[in-house]
């Protein structure tokens, strides 16, 4: 199940390829050129984290594929008790909430924080809030 859950999170040059169109040569092409950032496998093969595939597909004003945003039965209820918290909830509060283990929801968070769902300051987890991004935007200013 780990192993799962790890691997959602990375893309093949392959799986890549179908969701731009492209071949996998023209992916690895993005690799070496440093167009998208990868990791090399011992085995040779890339991976490139969902992350930062969805970075390459906004800086080239790609579509995303909704497949791509599907979240897991867990990262949905995650996000709801993060939501259910404005004020900011710690990986201990919400694993009491869920009645899961610290590590699977510092997991599960990363994943969440990956694509933007929540966001961290210090030890608490946030949900995203535009107007609470827009005050800070403005107030840096």
């Known amino acids: 199940m ?3 859950a790890r691997a959602k999170n990375w893309l093949s040059v392959g799986k890549i390829g179908e969701y731009c169109l492209v071949s ?14 990868a990791i090399r496998l011992p085995s040779g093969h890339y991976r490139v984290s969902l992350s930062n595939f969805k970075d ?3 800086r080239h004003n790609m579509s995303v594929s909704e497949e791509l945003y599907q979240m897991s039965e867990l990262e949905e ?7 259910q918290n404005p004020e900011g909830a710690t990986a ?3 694993a ?4 899961i283990a610290n ?3 510092g997991r ?3 994943s969440l924080l990956d694509v933007g769902k929540i966001r961290k300051e210090d030890n608490r987890y946030f949900p995203v809030n535009f107007g609470y991004e827009l005050k800070k935007e403005r107030d840096e200013e």
């Open 2 to 4: 780990a192993r799962k």
């Open 24 to 37: 996998t040569a023209t992916v690895r092409r993005w690799i070496k050129t440093g167009e998208m950032s």
């Open 56 to 58: 390459f597909l906004q």
């Open 77 to 83: 209820r995650l996000l709801e008790a993060v939501r």
């Open 92 to 94: 201990a509060q919400l």
């Open 96 to 99: 009491e909430k869920l009645n």
């Open 103 to 105: 590590a699977v929801v």
């Open 108 to 110: 599960v968070a990363r």
